[in-house]
């Protein structure tokens, strides 16, 4: 699959600040993309670039192997900010007419998407309500279409599922995933660790505007794991481990292991099941994605770069 979008090298100060100090990252066409970092990351100066609001200091920024114009790229990328920006007196459907006008849309294939859209949301008959009149979930669920109406190549979304209850969230969730099945790239900025893991295929984590890890979920996972199993089973008084593995913990009815060095999970399964143990279950425990992020935000390290496991 081809790149939809390339960042080379690039840079953009603030006076003697560096928000965003030589980033380089790729998103091919149909990934579900995450942009994630703490607070003054750099996060927000990345995504201004990327829709055109800044230009970097130097570096490239390629859009479907072309170089970034934000004047001729703008119609093909929806953008939703983490602050809003929704016309408060503005009728519903007059709204979201007007924005799709704006990126280019017929009055008459803007009326049909939105239509869909509307159905698709349960939002059919919101048309006439202004959003001063509505819950905060049911005004983020009215920019999602804002942002999505024009059938944009990159759609960007910067915590998209505040204020949504969890009916909501699961329904916006089922549009990201079949917008990317259908050919859409989606980048996705959260501090939402579980959304990542369940949302994305693939990460780039900045913190203090460097770039400190990419890859994919899996990937990134698989290199930071501790060789911890679970063990589930009826557990004896007293268990020889033979200097095969380590119990961390133990519960009446389970064992978290950390298996010695070199050993595998075949030898400790072997060995337990000649101890007489009755396994009902044994599976490897990998690292939440939000400890993840955690240990290399304190640690402030390098940049990591994860190859294909």
């Known amino acids: 699959m081809k790149n939809l979008l390339e960042l080379h090298s690039v840079k953009k100060y603030f006076a003697t600040q560096k928000a965003v100090d ?4 790729e998103i091919k066409q149909g990934d579900i993309f995450g942009l994630l970092g703490p607070n003054g990351a750099g996060k927000t100066t990345l995504l201004r670039m990327i829709t055109g609001i800044f230009y ?10 072309k170089p970034f114009d934000p004047i001729n790229h703008a119609n093909q990328i929806g953008y ?3 602050e809003r920006g929704l016309y408060k007196k503005m009728k519903i459907g007059e709204q979201v007419l007007y924005l799709a006008r704006l990126k280019g849309m017929s009055r008459a294939d803007a009326m049909e998407e939105i239509k869909k859209w509307f159905i698709k949301l349960e939002m059919d008959s919101w048309w006439n309500k202004k959003v001063e009149d509505l819950s905060k979930g049911m005004s983020q669920k009215l920019q999602f279409v804002t942002t999505v109406v024009h ?3 990159l759609i960007i979304l910067d915590e998209p599922f505040s204020g949504l209850d969890p009916v909501n969230a699961n329904l916006i969730k089922d549009e990201i995933f079949a917008l990317a099945n259908n050919g859409s790239t989606i980048l996705f900025s959260t501090h939402r660790m579980e959304q990542v893991e369940e949302i ?10 460097k770039k400190i890890l990419d890859g994919t979920v899996r990937e990134v996972k698989q290199q930071f794991k501790k060789n911890m199993y679970r063990l589930g089973a009826i557990i004896p008084s007293s268990i020889h481990s033979d200097g095969l593995f380590e119990i961390i913990s133990r519960h009446a009815d389970e064992i978290m292991l950390k298996l010695a060095p070199e050993q595998t999970p075949n030898a400790v399964l072997a060995h337990c099941i000649q101890q007489g143990l009755q396994i009902q279950s044994f599976n490897e425990v990998l690292p939440s994605l939000n400890d993840i992020f955690l240990q290399l935000v304190e640690e402030s390290g390098p940049t990591r770069k994860f190859q294909s496991i």
Do not use: A, H, T, Y
Request: with cysteine; net charge negative; proline share 10%.
């Open 22 to 25: 030589d980033i380089s990252f």
């Open 56 to 65: 970097p200091d130097s570096g490239q920024i390629l859009f479907d192997g």
């Open 80 to 82: 939703m900010p983490e």
């Open 151 to 153: 059938r944009p190549k």
């Open 200 to 209: 994305c295929n693939q990460i780039v984590l900045v913190n203090q505007g």
